[in-house]
């Protein structure tokens, strides 16, 4: 079906910058919107920023001025390039595509498996 290639996660100090790619392939007709969500220890899944087919973007509150979320959509590409990083940045990144498959007439959210964000002195 979906799968994916996340990457960029790792370890930063606060006030630093990562930049986080996820390349979707597979028996993909066509992707709506990509996006991404967090996950920290303990807590529910958010969402960190969306981007849709036409380019419109949105952020959650909490990374709005810091992060922003691009696309390539000729490679089937998100990006999140994440600055001023904070401590409650720390979380699990998820890839998220809304995608119909070939031979499938309803679209349905894809997910990849996570990269590991840490911000920490």
């Known amino acids: 079906q979906v799968q994916f290639v996340e990457s960029g996660g790792g370890l930063v100090q606060p006030g630093g910058s990562l930049r986080l790619s996820c390349a979707a392939s597979?028996?993909?007709?066509?992707?709506?919107?990509m996006g991404w969500y967090r996950q920290a220890p303990g807590k529910q899944r958010e969402l960190v920023a969306t981007?849709?087919?036409?380019?419109?973007?949105n952020y959650a509150d909490s990374v709005k001025g810091r992060f922003t979320i691009s696309r390539d959509n000729a490679k089937s590409t998100v990006y999140l390039q994440m600055n001023s990083l904070k401590p409650e940045d720390t979380a699990v990144y998820y890839c998220?595509?809304?995608?119909?498959?070939?031979?499938?007439?309803?679209?349905?959210?894809?997910w990849g498996q996570g990269t590991q964000v840490t911000v920490s002195s």
């Open positions: 597979g028996s993909i007709f066509g992707i709506s919107t």
């Open positions: 981007i849709t087919s036409i380019g419109s973007t």
């Open positions: 998220n595509v809304r995608a119909i498959l070939f031979g499938v007439r309803i679209p349905s959210d894809y």
